[in-house]
């Protein structure tokens, strides 16, 4: 079968190899910049592009669990690597907007009250903060599981912020950023209970 194929090269992936590669694409959206690559805006090229590669790998945190009930796939094992990475990105995403676009203190506070793409944004990095935060053995067992799983649903909140982040910063319709928000959606109407467990549904209809 697929799914055993894939759990056991999963299994011998070790979870470093992520924490090497992942962060690659950032160097090289960073070379492009300073070599003239990302076209005549390359602040908000490089912007855009952080952004874009912190959702997705949001998106793949949010595939884990889905993949796994549903499709016999396991790769539990990544998703912390994959949660701190993603997190990397959105902070590097906040930081070339703070330190290469906008610059001036008092036009950041301005920005993140007055327009609410930039406001929905920074609520999604509030929420990942915690999240970045207790990503660690520790962390786990000194909230115990209950807790830290109810604290790391937050997980659910700063994906949908940061899919309407992208949808309302897009100027006109633009086909791509509703298709993210639409796979956000989908992968959270997967952990309702009606949706996510239909053999309890069938028992309790």
Aim: glycine letters at 8%; one cysteine or more; hydrophobic letters at 55%.
């Amino acid at each position: 079968m697929i799914a055993d194929r894939i759990n056991r090269l999963a299994r011998r992936v070790p979870n470093w190899t992520l924490y090497i590669l992942c962060p690659l694409p950032a160097l090289w959206y960073l070379w492009l910049g300073l070599t003239g690559g990302l076209g005549v805006e390359p602040i908000k090229a490089l912007e855009h592009a952080l952004g874009e590669l912190a959702l997705q790998l949001l998106i793949a945190v949010l595939c884990i669990s889905p993949l796994r009930k549903h499709a016999g796939v396991n790769l539990l094992k990544f998703r912390r690597a994959l949660g701190l990475i993603a997190f990397l990105y959105v902070t590097l995403h906040l930081l070339v907007w703070l330190l290469l676009d906008v610059q001036i203190p008092a036009q950041i506070w301005a920005d993140i009250v007055k327009r609410p793409y930039i406001t929905v944004g920074m609520a999604a990095f509030v929420l990942l903060i915690p999240l970045a935060l207790t990503s660690n053995n520790l962390s786990l067992r000194r909230l115990g599981g209950k807790r830290w799983r109810q604290l790391h649903k937050l997980t659910y909140g700063a994906v949908l912020l940061g899919g309407l982040h992208y949808v309302m910063l897009a100027k006109g319709f633009q086909i791509e950023p509703l298709i993210y928000l639409a796979a956000i959606l989908g992968l959270l109407a997967l952990r309702l209970p009606t949706l996510g467990s239909p053999g309890r549904a069938r028992q309790r209809g």
